[in-house]
């Protein structure tokens, strides 16, 4: 079964690629790689694949923007996706912008579920899985294996 | 102050107590309290001490009235009595009465006047000066505590000023606190998220060798070396930013040669640009002359430029091309980064000198153009961006030229280029 899975990981950053690839050769599932999210959208229309790997800030077109597309398209809302970012935050500001965060974006549902603090656009989405970094490798493995099996 | 110190001594004399007795409960007086106020240690006497000299002529004057109207009336004959002795005549008493009423009027209209003049004069100063304060808390200068206020009512409003002067200041400094908190969140966070992506890299390197080692797979082994040799170089690289980007200091001043900077920035990066097949381009003025610079800092800056122009190269846009340039201005010399790499969009762009924000696929510090920014404020000039997603970037710094600044380095560098 499981040599028909298949990841797509959307990534640009050199060492989560590898980082990604080699857990997923570990897990003997095949995978493609898409550097930007432009790519990642293409490779997800040229064949669906059985889960989306996701960086949030990528030149071209970021996470966010892959996310909402897929969830719009009804032939590929269905496909598990997991965000990958380091900008969850723990300290009260905002990563993308050093401006303080207001404190009722703390304690939320948001956190809740998924155990990392965000604001804003990222609230606004609803991944299936959170992979804050730096990546703890046994429990993406282990998250991954949920979905596929 | 002559005339409250004539005063003073006729009240003193009037009212036949000495002033050191009055002292004592001076402190706990009041407006109408009637008790002469000395301060402590200081030579005159209160205005104060002027509202008793109005009750107390008109208690000495109709004293002086009684004693008169009980004195006998003449002419009697009295055996026994000396002609000194005599009583006064009716016509006698009549002059005295008249003389000593007009007297005491006139004494007593006097006085009223002063007190009303010193009085108007005291409360012009104190108010004067309680206003000057709360200018002063205004323009936000120290404020110096109220201290001799009277009346009650003036000085409840000094006390006043001097609480709102207090709370003003304390409230400045939770400000002042607050905001430092701020600064240092935005950092810890900035440094922390850093860090992160950092131990990432680390842990994949980790992870790469782990599986080269169980499966003995060589090419494996170099890949997750790399991969861990990368994430040590940015920890260096993120403590030299830091250390860069605390450090207040000057500039080395001497006199440079942009074009000889420019062609040791082309030599530096060569090699990276070629392995990219990205030309690196000397677009240079011959004839831009000398400019106080500091020599390692604009390199720095420069190589950090390109650095970054030469990896928008290889993300997207035409990405073939990086050229460095100079113009050679009056009192300024112009240097310029273009490439036709990838371009930013105007998020990235709002961002570009935000602490610890990195777009680079392979990590930067996020302090890069921070310092890069820094080290052109300090040499005085300035640092603007053009750029198109997809067209490419170019970075135009602007230097004043300030000669008058440079120590003499300009041979040196030529030789040493030599």
Redesign the interface.
């Known amino acids: 079964m499981t040599d028909e899975r298949d990841v797509l990981i959307v990534d640009?950053?050199?060492?989560?690629v590898?980082?990604l690839t080699?857990?997923l050769?570990?897990l003997g599932y095949p995978f493609r790689v898409a550097?930007?999210g432009k790519a990642g959208l293409e490779a997800v229309r040229t064949k669906k694949p059985d889960l989306v790997l996701l960086d949030l800030?990528?030149?071209?077109k970021g996470g966010i923007a892959v996310y909402r597309e897929m969830k719009k398209d009804p032939e590929l809302e269905k496909i598990p996706i997991f965000i990958i970012t380091?900008?969850s935050?723990?300290?009260?500001?905002d990563?993308?912008?050093?401006e303080?965060l207001p404190a009722e974006d703390y304690g939320d549902e948001f956190t809740r579920r998924f155990g990392v603090r965000v604001h804003g656009q990222l609230k606004a989405i609803e991944p299936d899985v959170f992979i804050?970094?730096?990546?703890?490798?046994e429990d993406v493995a282990r998250r991954i294996r949920a979905v596929l099996e | 102050m002559l005339a409250e110190r004539t005063i003073t001594r006729h009240t003193t004399h009037f009212t036949g107590r000495s002033l050191s007795q009055r002292t004592s409960d001076a402190s706990s007086s009041a407006f109408n309290g009637g008790t002469v106020f000395m301060a402590t240690g200081a030579r005159t006497v209160r205005w104060r001490i002027l509202i008793w000299v109005l009750p107390l002529q008109v208690l000495v004057f109709a004293g002086f009235q009684i004693w008169l109207a009980n004195q006998p009336v003449g002419p009697v004959e009295t055996a026994g009595l000396s002609p000194a002795e005599t009583p006064l005549t009716h016509e006698q008493m009549r002059t005295i009465r008249v003389g000593s009423g007009v007297l005491g009027g006139a004494v007593l209209l006097v006085t009223f006047l002063t007190v009303r003049l010193l009085l108007d004069r005291h409360l012009r100063r104190t108010t004067r000066r309680m206003l000057a304060r709360a200018a002063a808390i205004r323009a936000g200068q120290p404020h110096r505590k109220n201290r001799r206020h009277r009346p009650r009512e003036l000085k409840a409003i000094a006390d006043e000023l001097d609480r709102s002067a207090q709370r003003i200041s304390q409230q400045k400094r939770e400000l002042r606190e607050s905001e430092r908190l701020?600064v240092v969140?935005?950092m810890?966070?900035?440094l922390?998220?850093t860090l992160?992506?950092i131990?990432?890299?680390?842990?994949?390197?980790q992870?790469?060798l782990d599986?080269a080692l169980k499966t003995g797979n060589e090419d494996k082994l170099h890949?997750g070396l790399d991969?861990t040799r990368?994430?040590v170089a940015r920890i260096e690289r993120l403590i030299f930013d830091m250390l860069n980007y605390t450090k207040d200091r000057e500039p080395k001043r001497e006199a440079v040669d942009p074009n000889h900077v420019v062609a040791e920035v082309i030599e530096e990066l060569q090699q990276l640009a070629g392995s990219w097949d990205i030309e690196l381009r000397d677009e240079t003025d011959p004839d831009v002359g000398p400019a106080a610079l500091d020599h390692n800092e604009i390199f720095r800056a420069l190589v950090d430029l390109t650095t970054n122009a030469i990896e928008a190269c290889t993300?997207?846009g035409k990405g073939d091309l990086v050229a460095l340039g100079t113009i050679g201005g009056e009192d300024e010399v112009v240097l310029l980064v273009e490439d036709n790499g990838?371009g930013m969009t105007d998020d990235v762009l709002d961002?570009l000198y935000?602490?610890?924000?990195s777009?680079k696929?392979?990590?930067g510090t996020g302090l890069g153009m921070v310092v890069v920014k820094k080290i052109i404020d300090e040499h005085g000039g300035t640092i603007d961006v053009e750029s198109a997603p997809g067209e490419g970037t170019t970075f135009r710094i602007r230097l004043p030229r300030a000669m008058e600044n440079a120590t003499d380095g300009l041979q040196e560098h030529k030789e040493s280029a030599g």
């Open positions: 640009d950053s050199e060492e989560c590898i980082y080699e857990i050769e570990d550097r930007n800030m990528m030149p071209q380091g900008a935050e723990a300290t009260g500001v990563m993308l912008t050093g303080p804050e970094k730096p990546i703890d490798h | 701020v969140g935005q810890v966070a900035g922390s998220h992160k992506n131990l990432n890299g680390l842990r994949a390197g992870f790469v599986r890949k991969v990368t994430s993300e997207g990838i961002h935000t602490r610890f924000v777009t696929a392979t990590g």
